[in-house]
């Protein structure tokens, strides 16, 4: 149909008029599209809202939290400090302590020989007291006879001085 036709044969409306019709019913419907978009905004704005609320929550939370870890870190890291400086302390004790138990090691077997050695001597000494008996035995013995002899000669000699003195005096 041409534009210079204004009027429909069969029905007898206007062509302007149901052009226009049409754009206003196209207008309608996305209006009304428009209006729903809108009217669901209002509702996911709220929800947006809460949701924003809820993790700004989570967000403060979420600080708290790591400021009271990070205080815990602290924490954890002086004890920390203070453990290894205790465990440094009880290597350098432990050290100490190898030092003098390897130097009373030592000492124990230098005390060790010198027992060993003062042991064989006195086994040695031990084996020869029998030896000793036997010669302490001679020894008084000898001894005794040589009291014996020496009283014997002493009472001679005693003898003899007064016998000399007699006859000097005489």
């Known amino acids: 149909m041409s534009r210079d036709e204004t009027v429909c044969k069969y029905c007898g409306v206007s062509y302007l008029i149901l052009h226009e019709f049409k754009v206003m019913e196209e207008k309608v419907k996305a209006m009304e599209k428009d209006i729903k978009f809108y009217e669901g905004s209002i509702e996911r704005e709220k929800g947006l809202q809460a949701e924003l609320q809820s ?3 989570d967000l403060e939370h979420y600080r708290a939290d790591s400021e009271s870890k990070t205080e815990r870190i602290k924490n954890l890291t002086v004890e920390l400090k203070t453990k290894q400086d205790e465990l440094k302390n009880v290597k350098e004790d432990l050290r100490y ?3 003098e138990k390897e130097a009373a090691y030592k000492q124990s077997q230098v005390l060790r020989n010198t027992l060993e050695h003062h042991c064989s001597t006195l086994n040695k000494a ?3 007291f029998p030896f000793i008996r036997s010669e302490l035995d001679s020894i008084k013995e000898v001894i005794s006879c040589n009291l014996e002899n020496w009283a ?3 009472e001679e000699i005693f003898l003899q001085i007064k016998t ?7």
């Open 55 to 57: 993790l700004y929550q």
């Open 152 to 154: 014997a000669m002493k």
């Open 97 to 99: 302590f190898q030092e």
């Open 126 to 128: 031990v084996s020869l």
């Open 164 to 170: 000399v003195s007699k006859e000097a005096l005489t």
